[in-house]
């Protein structure tokens, strides 16, 4: 077997004694990685645990303070990211790097398109684009199609193609299938194990568990900027492994469940919601203190009910109620108002969350401004007050508030806008996939969260891509397939097993 | 906590630099002026300087929002045209001028914002078909220069208070105080920053977008209008000036730019702007002092700009992250 071969062959690349420092952080420290062509390398660690910042040293974002690159055999710097990919080092990043108004043929061969007497070669082009989609599993996105216009999860498949489309020896996936659909993971995966036998190096990271099992041949865990382990994958349990990335025990991930369902009066209330083709029919309610969660395959509908409900989409049909009381809610700003009290934790932070560059002050209270001013003036000590409760209550680590947010870890970030909607005291917590690429610690402390603040009275709707997550905090599932609501899981019910029946759309008996 | 202060410095830095900027070039020219540093130096320099000021400021506010302005100069036109009809008479005439000035400088940037807002234009295409309009209306107004001013009032704010300090400077500092620092602290303000920073995160959290932008676009034309009130006072006369409105309102981008406010919206503030548009006059000023041929002055003051703008951009040459310089 090719991965057999892979061990008697001197390593591809390896990264010897690189350390990074960051201002006063140690990003990187004596780090070690080994990288064998023909293998699946999983990378793993909470996030800054230096898992990003190797990352990007490897890909010519940004260069090591210290320590040394070896590729087959010899030592190698790069300057930038191009350098990186002439040596045939790719990398997909966590945050997309498409350009949203380019076609998605002009963005697979964004990096050398073919070119006759000078100019770009559209038809060229356009073949290389379809070859690369091909490739990479996703023949049905057309090449001409803009990027803008497209769903995130496809947009990913786009990102994989582009970088299939570039010839590389070694494929750096950071975080590649948060956005992808169950589907879509499972074409990927072929894909990936389709290189590695033609000889790819492939380094993967991801939080997911499971995908890594399915997928590595070799992991290496880090931990504050040091590998502290690697070891062949599967001779570790996921408990040993989740040890090994907090430094810690590692138990109760979910906070226990109510043992009987609240039977408090519902506090939202659907009835026959519908909205052009992506919601149909939609019926449901959430009670005071209950915890519901949204499954189904990504893009069925979901992030267009909390929008719908939250007062974003124009021309909805059907009925929300609040507190019984029908509300025709027309935007963020009415759906926040004291007399319903709801709350959107959204699912893009960078764009929909965060003012990056504005300071952690600033961002917690910006959905509060009306509670902290008076005759349209802000009061700072108000302000102060309620921020450092809130700082307090979700234990933000942030050096200082007036630090620009942007310089928070991922997780430090999600909890920020999760306070910045706290401070209001919502009654009605919507939150749209709110985990999506942050450290389980961080993790851990929003499931214990969502439970308290289920437990105070909160009617808390979930939608999350992790199934885990479902079955660990949710009292009753709505699995959403094609905008209407498959099937409802109550307490015992929810199992992997009928999450992903029912969002495959495929009856439980079947599927048994 | 630790460290806040660093974060303050960094946050205002674009300000604090232009700041910077404008003293040493400011310490030069009164270093080298043959009468040095006395009261009427400083008067004269502050008079020509502030209407680039109030028009720098004016820019700052709808640049704040990741917009422009490019009608501003010609706002000041044509209130410099209104204020030449209208402010003159007895104090109660006088008076009722003034406010109609500002009244119309107010509802040229109203319309400007409803325009580029509610109507969803793109601000640079919008901004210059109401300029042309706002010309036009100068235009008809003024066809010839000509026209008068309240020359009591005139002389009383272009010239010194209590023999030292130029009034010009007294009323740009109250501007800073009744629209600017009420602005900045308002949720209006802050607002008009999310909308520059990242819009969809600001809409999603509840917060008064629109009405923040319509407010930027609105005060900017106010300010524009106290500029030109200035200019009606300093020249006694209204002047429909093509060139010079042009001129006012690119020269009140690189000003805004000079003084920290980047034009991707979301940082920088008002004050930076009007010592970026201080710094911006002083170039001009420095030819005088060093006897220099005035037919030089254009080139002059474009690579004195040049190198200006580019000690904002040394702080990329420390960038850890070459990301950072797309930022």
Redesign the interface.
Same mark, same amino acid.
């Given at each position: 077997m090719a991965a057999d071969m892979g061990d008697a062959r001197p390593p591809l690349l390896r990264m010897e004694g690189i350390s990074k420092r960051?201002g006063g952080v140690r990003a990187l420290e004596e780090a070690e990685l080994t990288v064998r062509a023909g293998r699946i390398h999983a990378v793993l660690g909470e996030n800054g645990a230096g898992k990003s910042t190797l990352i990007?040293i490897l890909a010519g974002?940004?260069s090591p303070d210290e320590g040394r690159m070896l590729l087959d055999g010899g030592e190698v710097s790069f300057a930038?990211p191009a350098e990186a990919n002439r040596a045939g080092i790719v990398c997909i990043f966590q945050e997309l790097s498409l350009i949203p108004d380019l076609s998605v043929a002009d963005n697979i061969a964004l990096f050398d398109p073919p070119r006759r007497f000078g100019l770009i070669d559209r038809r060229a082009q356009r073949r290389i684009a379809e070859e690369a989609l091909a490739r990479a599993g996703a023949p049905d996105i057309h090449p001409m199609a803009l990027v803008k216009d497209l769903p995130l999860s496809r947009r990913q498949m786009v990102e994989i193609a582009k970088s299939l489309a570039r010839q590389p020896r070694i494929l750096i996936l950071d975080e590649a299938t948060s956005a992808l659909t169950a589907a879509d993971v499972a074409k990927v995966f072929s894909v990936l194990k389709r290189l590695r036998s033609e000889g790819l190096a492939l380094l993967y990271i991801s939080h997911r568990m499971h995908e890594i099992a399915e997928l590595a041949d070799e992991c290496t865990v880090f931990r504050n900027g040091r590998n502290v382990a690697s070891y062949p994958a599967g001779t570790k349990t996921d408990n040993e492994v989740v040890e090994l990335m907090i430094g810690r025990e590692y138990k109760h991930v979910f906070p226990p469940k109510p043992v009987s369902p609240p039977a408090a009066r519902p506090v939202l209330e659907c009835r026959n919601l519908s909205w052009s083709e992506r919601l149909r029919d939609i019926s449901f309610s959430v009670r005071q203190g209950e915890v519901v969660g949204l499954g189904g395959l990504d893009g069925q509908g979901q992030r267009e009910l909390l929008l719908a409900l939250?007062g974003?989409l124009r021309g909805c049909g059907g009925k929300v109620l609040v507190n019984g009381k029908p509300v025709a809610l027309s935007?963020?700003?009415?759906?926040?108002a004291d007399g319903i009290g709801m709350a959107?934790i959204?699912e893009d932070r960078?764009?929909?969350? /965060?003012?990056? &560059?504005?300071?952690v002050r600033?961002n917690l209270s910006?959905?509060s401004?009306?509670r902290v001013?008076r005759h349209?003036?802000?009061d700072?000590a108000a302000e102060d007050r309620q921020i450092e409760e809130m700082v307090r209550l979700l234990a933000i680590r942030a050096?200082? /508030?007036?630090? &620009?947010v942007g310089g928070l870890s991922g997780g430090n970030q999600q909890k920020v806008v999760i306070a910045?909607w706290l401070m209001r005291a919502p009654r009605i917590i919507l939150l749209n996939d709110p985990t999506r690429g942050i450290d389980v610690g961080t993790k851990q402390e929003i499931y214990q969260l969502l439970r308290r603040l289920a437990d105070a009275g909160a009617a808390i709707l979930f939608y999350s891509t992790d199934y885990d997550e479902l079955i660990g905090c949710c009292d009753r599932v709505l699995v959403l397939y094609d905008g209407m609501i498959k099937r409802e899981l109550v307490g015992k019910e929810i199992t992997e097993h009928a999450l992903i029946a029912t969002a495959l759309n495929i009856s439980g008996e079947q599927a048994a | 906590m630790t460290g806040d202060w660093r974060y303050r410095l960094a946050r205002n830095r674009g300000t604090l630099l232009a700041f910077g900027i404008f003293l040493a070039m400011f310490t030069i020219y009164v270093l080298n002026h043959p009468a040095g540093f006395t009261a009427n130096v400083v008067q004269t320099a502050t008079n020509k300087g502030v209407l680039l000021a109030f028009v720098a400021m004016a820019q700052a506010l709808v640049v704040i929002t990741a917009g422009i302005d490019l009608s501003v100069g010609m706002i000041f036109i044509l209130t410099n045209c209104l204020a030449s009809w209208i402010v003159v008479g007895t104090p109660l005439q006088t008076a009722l001028g003034v406010a109609g000035v500002l009244a119309a400088g107010l509802a040229c940037g109203a319309l400007n914002g409803a325009i580029v807002i509610y109507g969803r234009l793109q601000p640079i295409v919008a901004t210059i078909a109401t300029g042309a309009i706002y010309f036009g209306i100068a235009l008809w107004l003024r066809p010839y220069p000509g026209g008068s001013v309240n020359e009591g009032l005139a002389d009383a704010l272009t010239g010194k208070l209590f023999g030292i300090v130029p009034a010009s400077l007294a009323v740009l500092a109250g501007a800073v105080l009744i629209v600017w620092a009420p602005f900045s602290r308002s949720v209006l303000g802050r607002a008009a920053y999310a909308a520059g920073s990242a819009e969809p995160a600001g809409y999603m959290s509840g917060i008064p977008i629109r009405p923040a932008k319509f407010m930027a676009y609105a005060l900017g034309g106010l300010l524009a209008s106290i500029g030109g009130l200035f200019l009606t006072f300093f020249t006694y006369t209204g002047e429909a000036a093509f060139a010079s409105g042009n001129a006012y309102t690119l020269f009140s981008i690189a000003a805004v730019v000079l003084g920290g406010v980047s034009l991707y919206g979301g940082t920088g503030s008002g004050v930076g702007a009007i010592f970026g548009a201080l710094a911006f006059r002083t170039i001009g000023d420095l030819l005088f002092v060093f006897d220099l041929d005035p037919l030089w002055q254009p080139l002059f003051q474009g690579v004195v700009l040049l190198v200006a703008v580019s000690l904002g951009a040394f702080g990329l040459l420390r960038v850890r992250s070459r990301l950072e310089w797309f930022r």
């Open positions: 960051f990007k974002v940004i930038s939250f974003v935007s963020p700003g009415q759906a926040k959107l959204p960078k764009t929909e969350g /965060l003012m990056l &560059p504005m300071s600033e910006f959905a401004l009306d001013s349209g003036l802000i700072r050096g200082s /508030l007036d630090m &620009p910045k | -």
